[in-house]
């Protein structure tokens, strides 16, 4: 053994010095990592960059080589990443003090960008988090408590993540999805603001009842005005009949039953020929 060592030292030396360099040498980068090779502080090259709709196997995961002390490894999370807000203040438009809690769900994209930038994702999610607060309190400043209500809140919503991405971009990182958790009144104003949405409606109500009664009007001045006009061309084409036709009108409500149906205790006096009997004389 003394003397295998002895005439092939140098060798075996030799050997181990390339099995160790070649473990050095060799990274593996799952799918779910991106790995960006940096030397002397500047990206090479990446391996197993983000592709939009890649196939699986298709984006250049795997085993992978480097120049061991010479180039640096810096991996990267594929997957979605998440910023949260801390609660804060905002003041709508209606004047109201809203607590407000929103967080937002990124990607790297550009590693090369981001590794210039920031260095590291956890770097990119410290710098997004001030940015996203500055966002939400500008779009939710705009409104009033009563749209977040609404479907006025998703649109809010579109802005704000439109707007930080536009930020996230100089970082390599795409915003996919804002969302607010809560966007509460403080106790205490809660009730006062539903106080206050309760006598909106009814003033609301108050103002179609009032237009519904003035249509009403309207319509039926419109209808007695027509039936007038009626009246009146009829008497004009046949005057004759429509004296006729007023007096049975008349001789309805004299001596018909009433509206229960019963003709009731009526007495009514006067002379044969007095004129309202007029239609009764005539053959």
């Known amino acids: 053994m003394g003397d295998l060592w002895h005439h092939y030292k140098t060798a075996i030396i030799a050997a181990g010095v390339a099995v160790i360099a070649l473990m050095l040498s060799v990274i593996i980068v799952p799918e779910n990592e991106q790995a960006v090779i940096v030397q002397a502080g500047r990206p090479v090259r990446v391996y197993n960059p983000f592709v939009p709709n890649a196939a699986y196997g298709q984006t250049g995961a795997g085993v992978h080589l480097r120049i061991p002390l010479v180039e640096q490894v810096i991996r990267i999370d594929k997957r979605l990443l998440s910023v949260d807000m801390q609660q804060q203040q905002v003041l709508s438009t209606d004047q109201q003090r809203l607590n407000v809690d929103a967080y937002a769900r990124y990607r790297i994209v550009d590693p090369v960008r981001m590794v210039r930038s920031a260095g590291t994702s956890e770097r990119v999610t410290e710098q997004l988090e001030p940015i996203l607060s500055s966002v939400v309190r500008q779009e939710l400043g705009k409104r009033t408590f009563q749209s977040l209500l609404t479907a006025e809140r998703g649109q809010a919503m ?126």
């Open 158 to 283: 579109a802005n704000i993540r439109d707007l930080l991405d536009r930020e996230a971009r100089q970082y390599g990182a795409q915003i996919v999805d804002v969302r607010i958790k809560r966007a509460d009144l403080p106790e205490g104003a809660l009730a006062a603001a539903f106080v206050r949405m309760e006598a909106g409606r009814q003033e609301e109500a108050k103002t179609i009842a009032a237009k519904g009664q003035r249509d009403a009007q309207i319509i039926r001045a419109d209808a007695e005005a027509q039936g007038a006009k009626i009246y009146a061309d009829s008497y004009g084409k046949d005057p004759a009949f429509y004296d006729f036709y007023r007096a049975m009108q008349s001789y309805s409500v004299a001596f018909g039953k009433d509206a229960a149906g019963q003709n009731g205790n009526k007495t009514i006096l006067l002379s044969p020929d007095n004129t309202y009997l007029k239609r009764f004389r005539e053959p």
